[in-house]
T-cell receptor, first 112, second 114 residues
Framework: ETGVTQSPTHLIKTRGQQVTLRCSSQ?????VSWYQQALGQGPQFIFQYYREEENGRGNFPPRFSGLQFPNYSSELNVNALELDDSALYLC???????????FGPGTRLTVL | AQSVTQLDSHVSVSEGTPVLLRCNYSSSYSPSLFWYVQHPNKGLQLLLKYTSAATLVKGINGFEAEFKKSETSFHLTKPSAHMSDAAEYFC????????????FGTGTQLKVEL
């Protein structure tokens, strides 16, 4: 059974650019959540997708957006990048809403 | 609203001695509580979870935690530390089940010395 995978592992962007991060959920999982982990902090919930619909959002501005595809893989898009967006972005999938979340290794984004 | 407070940002123990990582929670409803571990350059791994069953929860690698509602605590313990336990540990609270929004603490860095 393949676990949660994320791509790319590392990414460097400049302020004002746009970025897309990708996540493949664990086999059979229909729910995907995204978290931002700044250096030295705990992860912060960005949003969750369930069967291709956004199902809950944390305190992040609209320039953070997402998609979930019919195969339950997901994308996180961030527009107009700011220096404070530099962080580890974690994706987690679960078998269904209300079930345990399994995390991927993350994408390290650096904004210069 | 829900939150967790990890009372120590750094804990240092000697190999073979007990580990205690402290966590207090706040929740307006019956919470689910978790401990996750994060090794450098690796994803978060679930150590154990409490979801309103037995208050003493046993997890992987010899870790356990006790849910104490009267003290709003969920401290993580291990009788004997191993070098491989050195990592960042996060206490996490969620609505029942854990599949919804997870609220993380700020983490405790555990150092294990020879």
């Amino acid at each position: 059974e393949t676990g949660v995978t994320q791509s790319p592992t590392h990414l460097i962007k400049t302020r004002g650019q746009q970025v897309t991060l990708r996540c493949s959920s664990q086999s059979g999982h229909n729910t995907v959540s995204w978290y931002q982990q700044a250096l030295g902090q705990g992860p912060q919930f960005i949003f969750q997708y369930y069967r291709e619909e956004e199902n809950g959002r944390g305190n992040f501005p609209p320039r953070f957006s997402g998609l979930q595809f019919p195969n339950y893989s997901s994308e996180l898009n961030v527009n107009a990048l700011e220096l404070d967006d530099s962080a580890l972005y974690l994706c987690a999938s679960s078998l269904a809403q209300g079930r345990e979340q399994f995390f991927g290794p993350g994408t390290r984004l650096t904004v210069l | 609203a829900q939150s967790v407070t990890q009372l120590d940002s750094h804990v240092s123990v000697s190999e073979g001695t007990p580990v205690l990582l402290r966590c207090n929670y706040s929740s307006s409803y019956s919470p689910s509580l978790f401990w996750y571990v994060q090794h450098p350059n690796k994803g978060l791994q679930l150590l154990l979870k409490y979801t309103s069953a037995a208050t003493l929860v046993k997890g992987i690698n010899g870790f356990e935690a006790e849910f104490k509602k009267s003290e709003t605590s969920f401290h993580l313990t291990k009788p004997s530390a191993h070098m491989s336990d050195a990592a960042e540990y996060f206490c996490v609270v969620s609505a029942a089940g854990g599949g919804n929004k997870l609220t993380f603490g700020t983490g405790t860095q555990l150092k294990v010395e020879l």
